[in-house]
C-alpha cells in the first residue's frame, strides 16, 4: 500500500528552495551594484585624471608661453642694448675722424701758411706784414724801450725806416711813445719776430708758429663750421 508523501517534508523542500533563489538573487544584485559602483568610482578617476592632465597641460602651455614671452623681451633688451652700443661706438668713431681729420687740415694749412709767407720775406708786401707783427707785440709789452729780434732774412728788412714806421704805428694804435731798437742777440732760428724788454724778463712772441698756435681755435673751428655745415 502506498504511503503518502510527509507534506511538511515537501514542504520544507520546497521553502529552501525559494530560499537559495532569493539569496542568488540578492548576491547577483549586490555584484552588480558593486561592479557599477567600481565602474562609477573608475570613471571619475579617469575624469579627475583628465581634469588634472588639463590643467597641467594649460598650465604647461601657458609657462611656455610666459618663458617664451620672457625670451622674446630679454632678446629685444639685449638687441637694443646692442644696437644703442653700436651706435655710440659709431658716433665716437665718427667724431675721431672729425677730430683727426681736423687736425690733418690744421696742420696742412699751418705748414702751407708757413711756407707761403716764407715765401714773401723780402717783398714790399712782407714789409707791412712785419712792421704789424712789431706793432702788436709792442702794444702787447706796454714798456718805453723794447729790443727786437727776428731770423736772420727779416733782421735785413728791419732798417732805420721800418723802426720808424713801427714807432709811429705804435703811437698811433695806442697812444705811447716806444723807443725801438734792434737786438744784438744771434738771429732767431725760426720766421717772425719776439720783442723784449731791456731787462729781458717780458718778452712777447710773435714767431709764425706762435701766431698760428694761438690762432688755431680759431682756424679749427673755421674748418669745422665749413666741413660739417650741412649735418648742423
Known sequence: MNRPKDITSVATDGGNSNVMEVSSQGQASLIASIESDVQAE?????????????QREQYTDKKIESMLSEARQKAARQGEMIRSKAISQAELEIKRRRLRACNEIICRI????EQKLGLMIGNDMYREVLIGWIV???????????MINA??????????????????????SGGLSMTIR?????????????LTTENGRMAYNNQVKTRLL???RDIQRLIHDTLFAEEQ
Do not use: C, Y
Not at 42 to 54: C, F, H, P, T, Y
Not at 110 to 113: A, D, I, Q, R
Not at 137 to 143: D, E, I, K, R, T
Open 42 to 54: 573608475e570613471a571619475k578617476i579617469l575624469q579627475d585624471a583628465a581634469g588634472q592632465v588639463s
Open 110 to 113: 699751418m705748414s702751407m701758411v
Open 136 to 146: 702788436e707785440a709792442a702794444l702787447g709789452l706796454g714798456v718805453n724801450t723794447a
Open 151 to 172: 731770423s736772420t732774412e727779416e733782421r735785413a728788412v728791419i732798417d732805420e725806416s721800418l723802426v720808424d714806421e713801427v714807432q709811429a704805428g705804435i703811437q698811433q
Open 182 to 194: 734792434l737786438a744784438d742777440e744771434p738771429a732767431l732760428a725760426l720766421q717772425g719776430i719776439i
Open 214 to 216: 694761438r690762432q688755431q
